[in-house]
């Protein structure tokens, strides 16, 4: 075989390592491994992996992220139906190297490296169900997921969509607890479409572009934990009372109106997978260094009392924005992660009623995810 044959195979067998790392092969028995299969030209950034990248949301997820100028490798991982979301994704002519993984035999491989995971693996709500009737099965995913996460990136920031966030944010903080691993700056809950729909919804009513509004969403990511702060919106500005009504109610039940809406075909997928990607975004420009990058999230709810940083340095440093252990608020993201979480700030009198109700279930929905490892 003369030189330039080789070549060929050799660019080839790099081309399927890419798409399959633990299958790939060459004629004779030439097999190339994955680790020396390499991109040329490969875009600098940071290393993402996706679990749960060919489901509902994963997909357009992965294609997004695929699209994202500080993704370098992106790992798609799911348990079917991976090799082809992998082809299909990589022929997509951006920077960022794809890599599919198949299975749970190959799920170390897929998280091996990475600084962010994010994980929106889980089955779908359907109609008349609940985010509390996707517990038993999501809570399995998400636990084993996460002992992955201990196994093979440690230290990676993790974005967790799979519902119910309220429940599987706690169970996989447990999960790294029990390993000796847990560093709440970087376990994040993706609450960003509840922002995503305050933003529309107000938007609509007060007659701008949805990008030039900022509401901010705190509490939880189900029902009524879905608290919008409407006297903290900006541009600022004033709601009647039916205004008020209407659009807590419209953003506490979003994800139900797209769910009858597709009538059995779905829930709140491709505005998940918007969302998702823009929270991951952040966190991307975060690990860059990049300033005043502030957004909401569900996490460990302490705030640094002043003059104390980093945030999480010792308890008696900090003081929480509830009495909750987890709580979905405004955080500041940087090289560490979550690196403060801002007080709730000033309440009118509709929204301090909204909090006490959001905390009850809130507080019942945390326990249970922590129940779910410690029993």
Do not use: W
């Not at 809406?261 to 505005?271: N, Q, V």
Request: positive net charge.
């Amino acid at each position: 075989m003369n030189s330039n044959s080789e070549a060929g195979y050799q660019r080839v067998a790099k081309i399927s390592a890419h798409l399959n790392p633990s299958s790939c092969s060459m004629e004779q028995g030439r097999v190339l491994g994955r680790m020396n299969c390499r991109s040329k030209g490969g875009a600098s950034g940071f290393k993402v992996a996706i679990l749960g990248a060919a489901g509902g949301i994963g997909q357009p997820l992965a294609m997004l992220m695929k699209m994202n100028p500080l993704v370098s490798v992106l790992h798609l991982y799911d348990v079917v139906n991976t090799p082809g979301v992998t082809a299909d994704i990589s022929h997509m002519d951006t920077g960022a190297v794809v890599r599919g993984f198949l299975g749970p035999q190959q799920l170390e491989n897929a998280l091996t490296g990475m600084n962010l995971v994010i994980i929106p693996a889980g089955v779908p709500r359907k109609p008349g169900m609940t985010r509390d009737d996707l517990f038993n099965i999501n809570a399995g995913i998400v636990k084993t997921l996460c002992e992955g996460i201990v196994r093979c990136c440690p230290g990676a920031i993790v974005n967790l969509i799979s519902n119910p966030v309220n429940s599987t944010v706690p169970i996989a903080a447990e999960v790294f607890k029990k390993a000796g691993t847990f560093d709440p700056k970087k376990l994040l809950g993706v609450t960003m479409l509840d922002v995503v729909r305050a933003n529309t919804f107000v938007a609509e009513v007060l007659g701008l572009d949805p990008r030039e509004v900022d509401v901010p969403v705190v509490g939880g990511h189900a029902g009524v934990t879905i608290l919008p702060l409407l006297s903290q919106v900006k541009p600022k500005c004033s709601f009647t009372p039916e205004e008020i009504s209407y659009l807590t109610a419209r953003i506490q039940n979003g994800g139900t109106e797209v769910v009858e809406a597709k009538a059995g075909s779905g829930s709140a997928t491709l505005s998940m997978a918007y969302a998702a990607v823009k929270f991951a975004d952040a966190c991307l420009r975060g690990l860059r260094g990049d300033a005043g990058i502030v957004e909401c999230a569900f996490v460990a709810s302490q705030v640094p009392l002043p003059n104390s940083h980093p945030v999480y340095i010792h308890p008696s440093a900090t003081r929480h924005v509830t009495e909750l252990p987890f709580f979905a608020s405004k955080v500041r993201l940087g090289r560490t992660g979550v690196e403060e979480i801002y007080p709730l700030g000033p309440l009118n009198e509709y929204e301090r009623a909204g909090l006490e109700k959001a905390k009850k279930e809130l507080a019942a929905s945390i326990q249970k995810g922590v129940s779910f490892i410690k029993n």
